[in-house]
């Protein structure tokens, strides 16, 4: 997953009230050039559409994860449906239970974090790449001034990333960065618009360049 993310430079978060089929979805995604998906608890019955999406890896050559884990059974039941790496939007009290169980299952955890002291806290947790959200709030110029303190640490901005400040971020040391609706719309992924993602997908990895 991290590997992935050195080369694509972005990953996808999916926040829609229903996925058509996310095995499509994910090879929408792939065909725009985003190989890592993250499928989120916002989203009713995750552990269905997981178990689809990540049983179907083989074909659609997407790396899948669940986010917006909070709960260490929330992070077993993604573990237990196939889930390839965890993601949390920040380190709520069973933060160290969902790296644990990540760790249990030998995939990466990304633990979320705004503030310095929580970077240091994710870190100590065994986060293997922390996510800093919500980045659109200070900007890429945050991700500068956060290198000082941690150089090398993988770090992805999340919330209000898009199209126009994706490469900002990239340039002020991120290791990649989350795409959200500009890229999965929510309409689009419930009606199935595989080929409108697509699209959206291969505009942002452009961007990127």
């Known amino acids: 997953m991290l590997d992935l993310l050195r080369a694509d430079r972005v990953l996808t978060v999916v926040r829609a009230p229903q996925i058509g089929d996310a095995r499509d979805l994910c090879a929408a995604l ?51 449906a196939g889930a390839q790496f965890l993601v949390t939007p920040g380190q709520g009290p069973e933060a160290a239970a969902v790296a644990d169980a990540a760790r249990a299952a030998g995939i990466p955890v990304v633990l979320g974090a705004l503030t310095p002291s929580e970077v240091m806290t994710a870190l100590a947790l065994g986060s293997d790449a922390v996510k800093i959200f919500p980045a659109h709030q200070f900007g890429p110029k945050y991700f500068k001034d956060l290198n000082g303190p941690f150089p090398g640490v993988p770090l ?8 126009g400040n994706a490469r900002d971020f990239l340039s002020a040391g991120a290791l990649a ?29 452009k961007a990127l360049q």
């Open 30 to 80: 792939v065909a725009g050039g985003i190989h890592v998906v993250e499928l989120t608890y916002t989203t009713p019955d995750l552990p269905r559409h997981l178990e689809r999406a990540a049983s179907t890896t083989a074909e659609t050559g997407a790396v899948v994860g669940a986010g917006t884990v909070q709960t260490g059974a929330h992070a077993q039941q993604a573990v237990d």
């Open 177 to 205: 960065v989350s795409a959200g609706t500009d890229v999965v719309a929510p309409a689009d992924v419930a009606a199935g618009n595989w080929q409108e993602i697509t699209a959206k997908a291969a505009t942002f990895c």
């Open 156 to 163: 992805i901005p999340s919330g209000g990333v898009n199209a």
